[in-house]
């Protein structure tokens, strides 16, 4: 089983700033099938990037992703108030069961 | 449009069972996978497993195989999550969720809202 580590484990930055956020593997991922989710306290989690760089329908672009092998990292370019949030990356390289990372809290400074 | 619509929230004492369900519609029900993922209160995310609606083919999580049975009902788009004996440690929220292709090297796209379950004696 891959296992995901997330880093840092919050970040505290204030808007308009910009956030990098790691996600590193325990081996390979496989064709860069990485995923990155956004989840606000009471909702469910949202798909912001997949396959390590692309964008879901509907996410604005100053959410970008990148990386490959075993090192990935999510950038939020310009935060604005409502991309406080914790974030999760999720591969899905291996066959089934998939693996998340444990999460990043992005919170304002 | 994608709509997963989960059932609504249970309370359950230990070694009662439970099945949690999950209505798709907005799409071929058969020819996506579709997953559980559970996350307990102030914890993360975790895949529990995941079945394929046309033959029902089913891979769990090693930390889930044999404690929950995941099935789905293709007559009425709708997948299942269910335990045989609850435990305090049951307690938590569930999620089900649609893969965004229909190969399961695809991430989770479409989730529902999610149900939780409160396991105390």
């Known amino acids: 089983e891959i296992v995901l580590t997330q880093s840092p484990g919050t970040l505290s930055l204030s808007p308009g700033g910009r956030a990098t956020l790691s996600c590193r593997a325990s081996?390979?991922?496989?064709?860069?099938?990485l995923a990155w989710y956004q989840q606000k306290p009471g909702q469910a989690p949202r798909l912001l990037i997949y396959?390590?760089?692309s964008r879901a329908t509907g996410i604005p672009d100053r959410f970008s992703g990148s990386g490959s092998g075993t090192d990935f990292t999510l950038t939020i370019s310009r935060l604005e108030p409502e991309d406080f949030a914790v974030y999760y990356c999720?591969?899905?390289?291996?066959?089934?069961?998939?693996?998340f990372g444990q999460g990043t809290n992005l919170e304002i400074k | 449009e994608v709509q997963l619509v989960q059932s609504g929230a249970e309370v359950k004492k230990p070694g009662e069972s439970l099945k949690i369900s999950c209505k798709a519609s907005?799409?071929?029900?058969?020819?996506?996978?579709i997953g559980w993922v559970r996350q307990m209160p102030g914890k993360g995310l975790e895949w529990m497993g995941i079945?394929?609606?046309?033959?029902?083919?089913?891979r769990y999580s090693p930390s889930f195989q044999g404690q929950v049975t995941i099935s789905v009902d293709k007559s009425i788009s709708t997948a299942y999550l269910q335990w045989s004996s609850l435990k305090a440690s049951d307690t938590a929220m569930y999620y089900c969720?649609?893969?965004?292709?229909?190969?399961?090297?695809?991430?989770?796209?479409?989730w529902g809202q999610g149900t939780l379950v409160t396991v105390s004696s």
């Open positions: 969720a649609r893969l965004h292709s229909t190969s399961w090297y695809s991430p989770a796209h479409y």
């Open positions: 081996q390979s991922v496989s064709s860069s099938f």
């Open positions: 079945i394929y609606p046309g033959d029902s083919d089913t």
């Open positions: 999720h591969q899905y390289g291996s066959s089934p069961p998939y693996t």
């Open positions: 396959d390590a760089s």
């Open positions: 907005g799409y071929s029900f058969i020819t996506y996978w």
